[in-house]
């Protein structure tokens, strides 16, 4: 069964460095989707993707932050100055395509980032 | 805005009883409702969904939800718990409503344990 995959599990970073966390969606889903899970708390939505430009993002998603569908094949989230309220579970959800429905999204494994 | 209410924050049940997990929302429009499941360590597995139709909806793993649009609840069931069924409940919202983001808003959670 196809599934969304996330590179890399678990990404230690020093405040202020620039992080890229990668995901490779199911391949024939078009619509894109990053989400954030602070320790203890509820999963939280940043940003959705689609026919390469954002559709939506939340508050969350500020300056520091971006996308990217550098292939046909990779979406990724660039934090680029990080700080220690960035450290988190960083989830890539995909959903949806030419004839599929595009109501339910499927979640990677997830991308632990700490920020020391 | 849409939201969702998870009132409990554990649930616990014995093996072979009948359980339920409660989930209230609060939308604009018609509501996508979603349960997903979190194993430790594990991203989130899709289980199941309310779009539209019959308000009794059946999943993955024997789990079942009910939609009740007069209290705007989506409780998620399943008639005979398993000891493997222990792990974290998310419940999640989407407004039909919404443009082109499907931004998905989640609960904040409710654990699961079943013992034997």
């Known amino acids: 069964e196809p599934e969304v995959t996330q590179t890399p599990s678990h990404q230690v970073t020093q405040m202020g460095q620039e992080v890229i966390l990668r995901c490779v969606p199911i391949s024939n889903h078009l619509y894109f989707y990053w989400y954030r899970q602070i320790l203890g708390q509820k999963v939280e939505f940043l940003v959705s993707?689609?026919?390469?430009?954002?559709?939506?993002k939340s508050e969350i998603f500020d300056d520091q932050f971006s996308v990217e569908r550098p292939d046909g094949s990779n979406f990724t989230l660039k934090i680029r100055s990080t700080k220690l309220e960035d450290s988190a579970m960083y989830f890539c959800?995909?959903?949806?395509?030419?004839?599929?429905?595009?109501?339910?999204?499927?979640f990677g494994p997830g991308t632990r980032l700490t920020v020391l | 805005a849409q939201s969702v209410a998870q009132p409990e924050d554990q649930v616990n049940v014995a093996e072979g009883n009948p359980l339920t997990v409660k989930c209230t929302y609060s939308v604009s429009g018609n509501p996508y409702l979603f349960w997903y499941v979190q194993y430790p360590n594990r991203g989130l597995q899709f289980l199941l969904k309310y779009i539209t139709g019959d308000n009794l909806v059946k999943g993955s793993y024997g789990f079942e939800a009910e939609f009740n649009k007069s209290q705007t609840s989506f409780h998620l069931k399943k008639p005979s718990a398993l000891v493997s069924d222990s792990a974290l409940y998310f419940c999640?919202?989407?407004?039909?409503?919404?443009?082109?983001?499907?931004?998905?808003?989640f609960g904040t959670g409710t654990q699961l344990k079943v013992e034997l």
């Open positions: 993707f689609y026919n390469n430009e954002i559709s939506e």
């Open positions: 959800a995909s959903s949806g395509g030419s004839g599929i429905s595009t109501d339910t999204q499927y």
């Open positions: 999640a919202v989407r407004s039909i409503l919404t443009g082109g983001g499907n931004k998905l808003t």
